[in-house]
């Protein structure tokens, strides 16, 4: 329960909604019950009809427009102030909904690359959907409810005691009863549906993984087990819901059974005293109203109950993450001055989640305006070090200093927007190729002779060209699929374009042929020329004009040099070469 406590601070943003639907709620509950009153008064008149000689007709039948006119003026009172209790508690509820939604939204932008690798997708999406929506439920109907409750039934017990206390406590007798059996048969159902949902969320989960992996499962001729394995799962999602809807059918059935009874036993009890003529007639007619107008809010005490157990457990999640601190902050630090060079003093990572160290004590510099090449078997940590080198984790020893500086003591803003980064797992958004190349920039600042200039750089602009659309060609789901070499070159003019001081590709060139690539390395070579440049590489060729070459094996940096001083050397790089000019060797002799 104490979970919720975090949401105090909105609803204090809100205090003055929740002011107001409280005060309404309790207006349309004073003349709520008033109505039942008027029922007595023109029951009574009814009874006594005949009774005494003074009465006409005429007159029973202007008394009973008077208390029909009354009750229909109060009914509408209560239906307006009804009105604007759902307008203020329900809107406040989703004013604090979509509050709390860009709180977590929020969060998740600025947690660090390694909270991303400890969590699952799924995971981090329900937070903000479904959690978010179980928190909604108890701050609107939760608290509206509850409240109501609380004023209905003050309410409804001071009229019965002025009107009989004896009746009274027997028609409350059942009502803690059926409170208890309501939450009992609410909580069977709230299980079951959450059977039901856990189930759905599953089988969407099967349905999307055979969607996107349709191609494997044709290529594998897997369609008859996908089609079973698909059946079992919604067979059971049948089962589940099956079950839901028999509890479902129960609960309306008992609710209004119990009402039942407690009328018959205020009828009973009535008109037992009515015999000794120590009640009217009009006050059974008062009392039935009351009990049913006081079942609904006791018969939803159960519902209630759940409804804030399982929001207090989905803010407890929340919080879990709210309270989760970056490890890496991006607006701390101080300017950035880059003048001389980025040294890796020591450097090495183990990565927490799987143990590995993918860098062990690396030493290096890297002069400004030069050019790094990093080669190496894969899993030998070369994305590691651009991934220390963009700050997307902090190294476990040693560190890297910019101009002698610490990278932890810069403002990490700066910092990677001075940087081009071509990762090696090229992402595209859903939108179009020119927004996909702009996404790092200020699109309003850049020309389209910039844009173009960048993605001929890149080796892309023909290609881009002959769609029909050209830089408006939608990517993505709802748009056209590019070939992985055509990604990585949208990456690259993406870098590109930013006009980087320090330039990283990681292994962005492996899925285009040797030909584009070195037309690629051509065009951005007086690039290269101008900025500090890191190029990893499976590819000799891409690497091979860099000032510096190093060979990392293992996480350790077992050679290096420029290209001919690491052929001479005869060691790992050669061996690499000669492995290549083998490849290249055998691909021409087969063409
Ligand atoms: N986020 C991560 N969490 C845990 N372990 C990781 C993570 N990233 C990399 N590793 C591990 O670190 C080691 C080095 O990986 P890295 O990606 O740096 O290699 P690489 O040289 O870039 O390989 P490749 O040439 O295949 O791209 C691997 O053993 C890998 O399993
Ligand atoms: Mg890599």
Redesign the pocket.
């Known amino acids: 329960m104490s979970s919720l406590f975090y949401l105090n601070k909105y609803l204090a943003k809100y205090k003055w909604l929740l002011i107001l639907g409280i005060i309404c709620l309790l207006v349309s509950n004073i003349f709520g019950v008033e109505m039942p009153g008027v029922v007595k008064d023109a029951v009574n008149d009814i009874f006594s009809y005949g009774q005494t000689e003074e009465n006409t007709i005429a007159d029973k039948f202007s008394l009973a427009l008077i208390a029909a006119g009354l009750y229909f003026l109060f009914s509408l009172l209560k239906g307006i102030f009804l009105f604007f209790t759902r307008q203020t508690i329900i809107m406040m509820s989703r004013k604090i909904e979509y509050d709390l939604k860009n709180e977590i939204y929020q969060q998740y932008q600025d947690l660090s690359f390694n909270f991303y ?1 400890k969590n699952s997708t799924g995971d981090l999406m329900n937070r903000i959907s479904e959690d978010v929506s179980k928190v909604r439920m108890y701050l609107g109907p939760g608290i509206m409810y509850t409240i109501n409750l609380v004023f209905l039934f003050i309410l409804v017990i001071y009229k019965m005691v002025k009107t009989n206390p004896e009746l009274t406590l027997y028609v409350l007798l059942p009502l803690p009863l059926m409170s208890l059996l309501i939450y009992f048969v609410s909580s069977i159902l709230n299980k079951r549906s959450e059977d039901v949902q856990r189930q759905q969320s599953f089988l969407s989960t099967i349905v999307q993984e055979s969607f996107s992996g349709i191609r494997v499962i044709k290529s594998h001729v897997k369609e008859k087990e996908a089609e079973k394995r698909f059946n079992r799962e919604a067979e059971q999602y049948k089962n589940f819901s099956m079950k839901l809807a028999t509890t479902n059918a129960f609960f309306m059935p008992t609710i209004i059974l119990l009402i039942g009874i407690s009328t018959i036993l205020t009828i009973y009890i009535g008109s037992l005293h009515a015999q000794s003529k120590l009640i009217e007639p009009g006050e059974i007619a008062e009392f039935v109203i009351y009990v049913n107008m006081l079942t609904w809010p006791f018969a939803s005490v159960g519902w209630v109950t759940s409804i804030i157990q399982r929001a207090a457990a989905s803010q407890k999640r929340i919080n879990e993450f709210l309270s989760v601190e970056t490890e890496i902050e991006t607006d701390k630090g101080d300017e950035l001055d880059f003048n001389e060079a980025i040294e890796f003093d020591n450097l090495g990572i183990t ?1 927490e ?2 143990g ?1 160290t ?1 860098l062990k004590n690396i030493n290096l510099s890297v002069k400004k305006g030069t050019t790094l090449g990093i080669i ?10 651009a991934y220390l080198l963009m700050r997307l984790i902090d190294p476990t020893t040693g560190c890297i200093k910019i101009d002698g500086k610490d990278l932890k003591d810069i403002n990490l803003t700066h910092w990677r927007k001075y940087i081009g980064y071509v990762p ?1 797992e090229h992402f595209l958004f859903s939108d179009t190729i020119k927004n996909n190349i702009l996404f790092g920039v200020d699109a309003e600042e850049i020309s389209d002779e910039q844009l173009y200039q960048a993605a001929k750089d890149a080796g892309i602009h023909t290609t881009i060209e002959e769609f029909p659309e050209g830089y408006e060609t939608m990517l993505g789901e709802r748009g056209i699929n590019l070939s992985g070499g055509q990604k990585q070159r949208i990456s690259i003019a993406r870098a590109l374009i930013k006009n980087p001081d320090i330039l990283v590709l ?2 962005c060139l492996s899925a285009v042929d040797n030909e584009t690539e070195e037309h690629i390395l051509e065009a951005i070579s007086k690039d290269l020329k101008q900025k500090t440049s890191i190029i ?1 590489s ?1 590819r000799i060729s891409s690497i091979k004009y860099a000032d510096n070459i190093i060979v ?1 094996d293992d ?1 350790k940096l077992i050679e290096s040099g420029t290209h001919a001083e690491l052929m001479k050397l005869n060691g790992a790089y050669r061996e690499i070469y000669r492995k290549q000019e083998l490849q290249s060797e055998n691909k021409q002799n087969e063409a």
């Open positions: 690798k990565y989640n799987s590995v993918a190496g078997k894969t899993g030998s940590g070369k994305s590691s070090l090696q990681d292994d990893i499976h990392l996480g």
